[in-house]
């Protein structure tokens, strides 16, 4: 399966400022995805990373907010825009190979905004 | 919209106590079915998956999982449990068509096995 490194692990805001989050995969990757896990929930996708075309936003994300980049097919970005302690959350970077029908997830970004 | 259940928020099992954590889905057409394990302060971590084939599905660490269509179920099961499995299971359903591709997952049953 493929190795994911996302960084930062953790970080502690203050809100009205912005955060990127990176995500790195060791080989190329059909699909990249974006979730958020916010605490005591499960998962839920923000946004599928489309690799040289506009990220696909699921119901309730918007571009303005989470902005994000996949300039190729190993790596992404995801942006945490003007933040507010309800963007507090775990953010994660998930990957599905071609022909693989299993997601391996990174390690997620621990985010605190006061 | 699709949706994933899973039946209990908290189970609390003695050491070698069987395990039975259940998962049903609402999308009635081709669907692949995961179960994820969060140990506590650690990452997502596949635990076992089905695409086709035999409905009796086993992963790691000795977990099993049967695949019944009929009832749209997905149930994650253990014989016997150890305090090692002290974790959060997340059951998923991937939705697949037209080359897109959607993970949904479950609220995820915390499990904590007492020594």
């Known amino acids: 399966s493929a190795v994911i490194s996302q960084k930062p692990s953790r970080d502690i805001c203050q809100r009205g400022t912005s955060l990127t989050i990176q995500c790195q995969v060791d080989s190329q990757v059909t699909m990249m995805f974006w979730y958020r896990q916010q605490p005591g929930q499960s998962l839920t996708l923000i946004a599928t990373?489309?690799?040289?075309?506009?990220?696909?936003?699921e119901s309730g994300f918007v571009i303005d907010k989470f902005p994000i980049s996949r300039p190729n097919l190993t790596f992404s970005t995801l942006t945490v825009s003007n933040m507010s302690p309800e963007d507090s959350s775990i953010y994660l970077c998930s990957v599905l190979r071609q022909g693989a029908y299993g997601y391996t997830f990174g390690s997620g970004t621990r985010l605190t905004v006061v | 919209a699709q949706s994933v259940s899973q039946h209990n928020h908290h189970v609390i099992l003695s050491e070698a106590a069987s395990l039975e954590l259940g998962c049903n889905y609402s999308y009635g057409g081709t669907v692949n079915l995961f179960w994820y394990v969060q140990y506590p302060g650690q990452h997502l971590q596949l635990l076992l998956k089905?695409?086709?084939?035999?409905?009796l599905v086993k992963g790691i660490k000795g977990f099993e999982a049967e695949f019944i269509k009929s009832k749209f179920s997905f149930n994650l099961r253990k014989p016997s449990v150890q305090w090692s499995d002290t974790a959060e299971y997340f059951c998923?359903?991937?939705?697949?068509?037209?080359?897109?591709?959607?993970?949904?997952f479950g609220k995820g049953t915390k499990l904590s096995v007492i020594p």
């Open positions: 990373a489309n690799q040289g075309s506009e990220a696909t936003y």
């Open positions: 089905y695409f086709s084939g035999d409905p």
């Open positions: 998923a359903v991937l939705y697949s068509g037209a080359g897109s591709y959607q993970l949904t």
